[in-house]
T-cell receptor, first 115, second 107 residues
């Protein structure tokens, strides 16, 4: 079974530029998550989708971050404009999220450096 | 009190020893609990789910104490390959990761 795919793996941009990340979850997984992980910290949930609907985006900085999952499969996360503090690894995860089962499987992440 | 709290370590443990670390959580309505391991510059990988009073998988045992609001992870007969950061995850509607506990197994 193929895992969670993410691209690009690395991205370097200047502050105030925009950037987009792509994620393709494990086939059949209805729930998709985007996390931000800053060096030395645990992942912080940015947004959670159930199919193509948003379940939780309470920690998404909506003035600059946006995410979509239009067909309930793959997803994109965008930052516009980027700030220095956005330098982090952006992780995508997916899960079946059937009743009582919320194990998440992570992609390799996109390492973003904002200069 | 932080929502999910872990001792950051590092725990430096000789190979073959037993090591245990805890994770405390603030919300008594928490429903699901997990341990993930994360190697340096890699993504987190699911180690164990903790759904009821605890469970065991080989050398790893996870326990849940709802009264005191913590979960624990015990690693027996530790191997060099166990060196990693161990992340605690708690779900109560929203999903919160701890900052992780770093474990170094010494030869």
């Amino acid at each position: 079974e193929a895992g969670v795919a993410q691209s690009p793996r690395y991205k370097i941009i200047e502050k105030r530029q925009s950037v987009a990340f792509w994620c393709n979850p494990i086939s059949g997984h209805a729930t998709l998550y985007w996390y931000q992980q800053i060096l030395g910290q645990g992942p912080k949930l940015l947004i959670q989708f159930q199919n193509n609907g948003v379940v939780d985006d309470s920690q998404l900085p909506k003035d600059r971050f946006s995410a979509e999952r239009l067909k309930g499969v793959d997803s994109t996360l965008k930052i516009q404009p980027a700030k220095l503090e956005d330098s982090a690894v952006y992780l995508c995860a997916s899960s079946h999220a059937t009743r009582g089962k919320y194990e998440q499987y992570f992609g390799p992440g996109t390492r973003l450096t904002v200069t | 009190r932080k929502e999910v709290e872990q001792d950051p370590g590092p725990f430096n443990v000789p190979e073959g020893a037993t090591v245990a670390f805890n994770c405390t959580y603030s919300n008594s309505a928490s429903q699901s609990f997990f341990w993930y391991r994360q190697d340096c510059r890699k993504e987190p990988k699911l180690l164990m789910s903790v759904y009821s009073s605890g469970n065991e998988d080989g050398r790893f045992t996870a326990q849940l104490n709802r009264a005191s609001q913590y979960i624990s992870l015990l690693i027996r007969d530790s191997k060099l390959s166990d060196s990693a950061t161990y992340l605690c995850v708690v779900k109560w509607g929203k999903i919160i990761f701890g900052k992780g506990t770093r474990l170094h197994i010494l030869p």
